[in-house]
């Protein structure tokens, strides 16, 4: 008994100081829609069970995948490498390091190798160097730059800044702040300038331009949403949301190049996450508390594909031993499927279902 006491004074008195204590978060609120349920077109399978895993314990973490025109896959590592793999050879090279954490990978038309780097910013990586491109946008410096993309011309960049607050080792503290800072970026290669498309994005990931360059496919991880931002045409500069209350957290965005947008899906949504969403009071006491005691997502393979106007054409998950996962990336090329991760010690590939 007197050890029960003693637990629940503990307790309280750890609420009692997350609940008085200074806040590093200014959360806002939001009432998320009631995530659907793994059925129907989110149904429950086993498609993605036989993912091969490619240069297994070479790095951890190949977060964003990138194909150049050979068919080599490359992305780049917790520890900072930027490594390519020959998927028929099993050869790995390392391209250099950024001394960060590079997470999006692009190849440009005439094989530059960028990488959108959460530490250093937009940077190119040439001949085993680093050049930083971009930093900074509008004033404000980046702080969580996540994904990028480039044009087939090579002169434009897409890109993500997750946010304007947190990095990616306080990736937590701007999920439960939940306060819209994110952006998305173009860096022009001929003048050096980086502009701002569009702002005030709840944690923006993927990056993918769409078919003939019309439009920027782009996903709101902490909105659970895809959306198209035109580049050309009546609705340039507009913002159209492709799909809404998706059943996980999505991550990077490709575009097969003639009618599927594949979209990583991190993990399920968090029941007590979005429990939570709709009361800033309480977010501010759940961040100070131990991590351990923080929402969590249940860990699973999962990816979609979605048509040219949003609807799901294909849903691909595996929820048992092995499973790749987390996955964040997943390109297409022919008949395989490139998966990436941002925790895993492997590339990831399958045929295409």
């Known amino acids: 008994m007197k050890k ?3 637990v629940a004074f503990v307790l ?3 609420v009692a100081w997350a609940a008085l204590a200074p806040s590093p978060i200014n959360p806002q609120a939001w009432r998320p829609a009631k995530a659907p349920a793994l059925e129907g077109v989110y149904a429950r ?11 297994l314990g070479a790095g951890n973490g190949p977060e964003g995948v990138a194909l150049d025109r050979e068919g080599r896959v ?4 917790l520890d900072g490498r930027i490594v390519r793999l020959d998927p028929g050879t099993g050869k790995l090279e390392e391209l250099g390091n950024t001394g960060g954490r590079p997470l999006g ?5 005439a094989g530059e190798l960028y990488a959108a780097d959460a530490d ?3 940077v190119q990586i040439e ?10 946008a509008g004033g404000k410096a980046f702080r969580f730059v996540d994904d990028v993309e480039v044009s087939a011309d090579g002169n434009s960049l897409y890109f993500s800044d997750a946010s304007a607050r947190f990095g990616i080792h306080d990736l937590m503290k701007d999920v439960l702040e939940h306060g819209g800072t994110g952006r998305v970026l173009r860096y022009d290669r001929s003048t050096g300038e980086t502009t701002v498309l569009k702002d005030g994005l709840y944690f923006p990931n993927g990056v993918a331009l769409g078919p003939n360059e019309d439009y920027l496919l782009f996903d709101e991880t902490a909105r659970y949403q895809v959306s198209r931002l035109w580049l050309k045409g009546e609705k340039a500069g507009t913002v159209e949301v492709l799909i809404d209350n998706l059943p996980g957290f999505p991550d990077n965005l490709s575009f097969n190049g003639s009618d599927r947008i594949w979209v990583a899906i991190y993990a399920p949504r968090s029941p007590d996450l979005d429990r939570l969403l709709p009361y800033p009071g309480l977010r501010r006491i759940v961040e100070r508390l131990p991590e351990w005691t ?3 997502p249940k860990m699973q393979s999962f990816a979609l594909a979605l048509d040219l106007d949003g609807k799901v054409v294909q849903n691909l998950q595996y929820d048992g031993p092995g499973a790749y996962a987390p996955i964040t990336s997943v390109e297409q090329r022919g008949e395989w499927l490139y998966f990436g991760s941002l925790s895993h010690p492997a590339f990831g590939r399958m045929k295409t279902p």
């Open 120 to 122: 250093q910013g937009l």
């Open 127 to 136: 001949n085993g160097q680093m050049k930083v491109l971009s930093t900074s």
């Open 4 to 6: 029960l006491l003693l």
């Open 294 to 296: 923080q929402p969590k």
């Open 12 to 14: 309280l008195a750890l």
């Open 45 to 55: 399978n086993d498609i993605l069970r036989g993912i091969q895993k490619l240069a």
């Open 74 to 77: 490359y992305a780049g590592y």
């Open 105 to 109: 990978i692009a190849i440009g038309p």
